[in-house]
């Protein structure tokens, strides 16, 4: 008799496939699960990623939801396989086990344990007030990015920033306006800004914890596009976290819509790399 036939089979996805899946997918359409420790979690994890630990993985079932699909990892690919059968034995729906686990993901990661950030968001504020901490994180990383055109030499740098700053204030007009469709209020820009708090930093990071971090040399330009998008995957998963915890079912869908345009953005920040 041999061990395998007592686990249910279950599909692997490597690494270059599970990108291009979480990509196309919307946050709320699956989750991604992490199976490691909580300090595994802590030094790095993918962005939006749910911790269980293998080991309460079985008293935990009812936290997931058997209808999504369920990306799961861990730090090879061993412990998501247990934990890919054990799902897959319970009846979940489509469960993928990503072989390599993190250390074959090649894209951006976040850090820091469950509740990182999560001082801002409560989980039971309304539409209106998670709007008005979005749009004070936007301005936090905006004023970043400009406080950086006057720290860099190199032109193309300085220019890149300007960019970036510029596409923080797109990512600011789309939360003033949903915070207008949802509240109904008359007011204008100026006055919403005045109601905000003091800004933040996107992800629960300051300026030089981010600087500290990734050490990237500001005057080249793949370097500071590496930050952007390790700032992107960091506010990704803020926002994705935020949005499981959140009790308002309004406010989760905010959540939701803002840490997908996170995610495209990290999308469209790949593609400038590679047309470096």
Request: no cysteine; glycine share 12%; proline share 9%.
């Given at each position: 008799m041999r061990w395998k036939q007592f686990f249910t089979p279950v599909k692997s996805i490597d690494a270059v496939e599970a990108r291009q899946y979480v990509q196309r997918m919307a946050g709320?359409?699956?989750?991604?699960?992490?199976?490691?420790?909580?300090?595994?979690?802590?030094?790095?994890?993918?962005?939006?990623?749910?911790l269980i630990p293998l080991a309460e993985l079985g008293s935990r079932l009812p936290e997931l939801d058997a209808g999504k699909p369920i990306v799961v990892y861990c730090a090879i690919g061993g412990r998501s396989r247990v934990a890919a059968q054990v799902l897959a034995a319970k009846g979940f729906r489509e469960v993928l086990n990503l072989s390599g686990g993190i250390k074959a993901w090649n894209s951006q990661k976040?850090?820091?344990?469950?509740?990182?950030?999560?001082?801002l968001f409560s989980g039971n504020e309304s539409p209106e007030k998670t709007l008005m901490t979005a749009y004070s994180l936007e301005e936090g990383l905006r004023e970043f990015y400009l406080s950086m055109v006057g720290q860099v030499k190199a032109e193309n740098a300085r220019r890149l920033f300007v960019e970036l700053s510029a596409i923080e204030v797109k990512h600011q007009d789309r939360i003033f306006n949903e915070y207008l469709r949802i509240s109904g209020a008359v007011l204008t820009r100026e006055e919403f800004a005045q109601k905000v708090v003091a800004p933040g930093m996107e992800g629960g990071l300051t300026t030089a914890e981010y600087i500290r971090l990734y050490q990237p040399n500001l005057e080249v330009v793949e370097e500071v596009i590496s930050l952007a998008m390790a700032i992107e995957a960091q506010a990704l998963d803020l926002y994705q976290r935020a949005a499981d915890r959140a009790g308002p079912a309004e406010s989760r869908n905010v959540l939701m819509q803002i840490a997908n345009e996170e995610r495209a953005h990290l999308g469209q920040l790949g593609a400038l790399f590679e047309e470096r």
């Open positions: 709320d359409a699956f989750t991604l699960l992490d199976v490691r420790q909580p300090g595994e979690y802590e030094a790095e994890h993918l962005p939006g990623a749910k976040a850090v820091g344990p469950e509740d990182h950030g999560l001082e």
